[in-house]
């Protein structure tokens, strides 16, 4: 039975028009093909704050530095943030699993900037969630065990009774070995290598939906509200 529902942050619960934010990287920068070799949030400077180990002053000073960008901090900071776009259905669905009676958390690599953005333009993306474990609050992340470990051992479940679901199969295939096997993982096949849209949303909500269906996290009257019903924000 499961009893507690995590949630990837990036593209699960907020979608990311992440190549809006790499064409405006590349008309700002001398070589834009240095973006071809690394998606642009694997770089050091990205992964140091989405541990809290660097500030948001000092990220945009070592990626300017790095990508030699000519742009001011505001106008970076304008398009690092722009183009997120919360997904009110998956708002509606943790509403609905809280009813149902089950446990939900964030489980993100997510910096303070985007966080504290969320929280004051989108604040309904964040309510309600039983436990936040966010990487730039611990200094660690996915796929780091804890990231799991630490929510499921708050919320007082064991990992057979926890259901993952994240758009990186390689954050699953660590929650699996987490959970010895016995938790459910889901893959939200919903972005390419570059962590830009692939054009699947739709489809893989309707995956989403009916696969906790099958696991009785929804009833039936509730399936056909998350799969048919206007996307609304709350």
């Not at 995590?6 to 934010?21: A, K, S």
């Not at 960008?69 to 776009?85: K, P, R, S």
């Not at 939900?104 to 039983?130: C, E, G, K, M, R």
């Not at 479940?157 to 990186?168: I, W």
Request: aromatic share 14%.
């Amino acid at each position: 039975m499961i009893r507690c529902a995590m949630f990837d942050f990036g593209q699960v619960l907020v979608r990311f028009e992440t190549q809006r934010f790499y064409d405006f990287l590349r008309a700002h920068m001398p070589n834009p093909d240095i973006l071809k070799r690394r998606p642009i949030f694997t770089i050091e400077p990205m992964v140091d704050f989405d541990l809290g180990r660097i500030d948001t002053t000092r990220m945009f000073e070592r990626i300017k530095s790095e990508l030699a960008l000519n742009v001011g901090i505001a106008e970076f900071l304008f398009h690092f943030t722009e183009v997120m776009n919360p997904d009110p259905k998956m708002a509606t669905l943790r509403q609905i699993l809280k009813v149902n009676g089950v446990k939900t958390a964030v489980v993100s690599n997510i910096n303070i900037y985007h966080f504290q953005y969320v929280q004051l333009v989108y604040p309904y993306v964040f309510a309600n969630f039983d436990y936040p474990m966010l990487s730039y609050q611990h200094g660690f992340e996915k796929p780091d065990h804890r990231m799991w470990e630490i929510p499921a051992r708050h919320l007082g479940v064991s990992p057979e009774e926890c259901f993952f679901v994240d758009d990186f199969k390689s954050n699953l295939v660590e929650f699996m070995k987490w959970s010895g096997g016995l938790g459910t993982g889901h893959h939200y096949d919903v972005v390419d290598e570059k962590y830009c849209p692939n054009g699947r949303l739709e489809e893989e909500r309707k995956k989403l939906f009916l696969k906790m269906f099958d696991l009785d996290m929804l009833t039936f009257d509730q399936l056909i509200k998350l799969t048919f019903e206007k996307n609304e924000s709350p």
